[in-house]
T-cell receptor, first 112, second 110 residues
């Protein structure tokens, strides 16, 4: 069974540019999470989806970050415009009905 | 707000036992987890314990929970070089949100 797939694995952009990350969860998992992991820190939840609905986006900086999960499967996370402080690893995870979360390998973003 | 704390670094000799400690603040946590993260990889769930248990053993892993002191530990028996990684504890709130600690880097030397 395929795990959580994320792309790209690495992204380097200049500040003020837009960037998007893509996540394909494990088949059948209705809950999808986006986490931010800063260097030397644990992951912090940005947004959680139950199917197509964002049920917890309280930690998502809505002035520059947006996310969507249109058909309740794949999800994209976008930053526009990116700032230097956005350099981090962006992790996607999925679970079936809020049980064990399975994590993808993450996208490492570097903003120059 | 809720907080999960861990020591930053642990170094052990191959074959010895490792004990990684974690403290948390949310007394309403339902589950507590241990995750492992290898370089360049996502997090892998190692084990978890329900909040009404005080111990769980799974092969080389032993989890101890002291709910009164809000203290969680992970013991790895017969530590191997392949166990070198960052270990995160996490608590699950009653809202199903996971709060992670800062991670403990385990280094195993021969």
């Amino acid at each position: 069974e395929a795990g959580v797939v994320q792309s790209p694995r690495y992204k380097i952009i200049e500040k003020k540019q837009p960037v998007a990350f893509w996540c394909n969860p494990i088949s059948g998992h209705n809950t999808l999470y986006w986490y931010l992991q800063n260097l030397g820190q644990g992951p912090e939840l940005l947004i959680r989806y139950e199917n197509e609905e964002a049920v917890d986006d309280s930690q998502l900086p809505k002035d520059r970050f947006s996310a969507e999960r249109l058909k309740g499967v794949d999800s994209t996370l976008k930053i526009q415009p990116a700032e230097l402080g956005d350099s981090a690893v962006y992790l996607c995870a999925s679970s079936f009905r809020n049980n064990e979360q399975f994590f993808g390998p993450g996208t490492r973003l570097t903003v120059l | 707000g809720e907080d999960v704390e861990q020591s930053l670094f642990l170094s052990v000799r191959e074959g010895d036992s490792s004990v990684i400690n974690c403290t948390y603040t949310d007394s309403s946590s339902t589950y507590l987890y241990w995750y492992k993260q290898e370089p360049g990889a996502g997090l892998q769930l190692l084990t978890y314990i329900f909040s009404n248990m005080d111990m769980k053993q799974d092969q080389r892993l032993t989890v101890l929970l002291n709910k009164k002191d809000k203290h969680l530990s992970l013991r790895i028996a017969d530590t191997q070089t392949g166990d070198s990684a960052i270990y995160f504890c996490a608590e699950k709130e009653n809202t199903d949100k996971l709060i992670f600690g800062t991670g403990t880097r385990l280094q195993v030397f021969p």
